[in-house]
């Protein structure tokens, strides 16, 4: 009961230090805006904390499905998610934390998506693990008397062009 109160009072004085200091502006109407715009900037990182855990913990039940089976991708994916976020912990600008979350959202689909699982079941033959959110196209076969479409012919590759520069 007491530690309660001891800790009640040092929010007390707190508060009234911040209401006395110099910084903060005299007229109560003053006050009063700079205390909702203080309310305002805590519920918007408050926001964006919520909207971080949510796209990192979504990242990591996307990688749980997408590689479910495999210890060495789950592990990797874990570390790297980690790592990514872990790295970023101490950014404040909210445009870049939005930014941030936006590219997870995008990673987090392209697993969804994008990857699937192969493994050989015996010599040349793969299972592939696909499931309905797996983005199918139409598979055209290479054709090697295929005419392009550019009429001078092939276009010299980038590296091509680099090395004789």
Known sequence: MTRILKVSDEL?????????????LNSSEE???????????????????????QSFKKLHR???????????????????????????KNVEDEESIKSMIKFGEDVEKELRTQVIQAREVKPGVYEAKITKETLKVENIPYNDKAVSD????????????????
């Open 31 to 53: 006050k009063n805006c700079q205390r909702r715009e203080i309310a305002s900037l805590c519920k918007i990182m408050s926001n964006l904390r919520a909207l971080v855990l």
């Open 62 to 88: 996307t990688r749980m499905k997408v590689f479910e089976g495999d210890l060495r991708a789950l592990t990797a994916a874990r570390i790297k998610v980690n790592q990514e976020y872990k790295n970023n």
């Open 12 to 24: 007390a004085l707190v508060c009234r230090k911040v209401n006395q200091s110099p910084e903060i």
């Open 150 to 165: 550019n009429p001078n012919g092939p276009s010299p590759c980038c590296q091509d062009q680099a090395r004789n520069k």
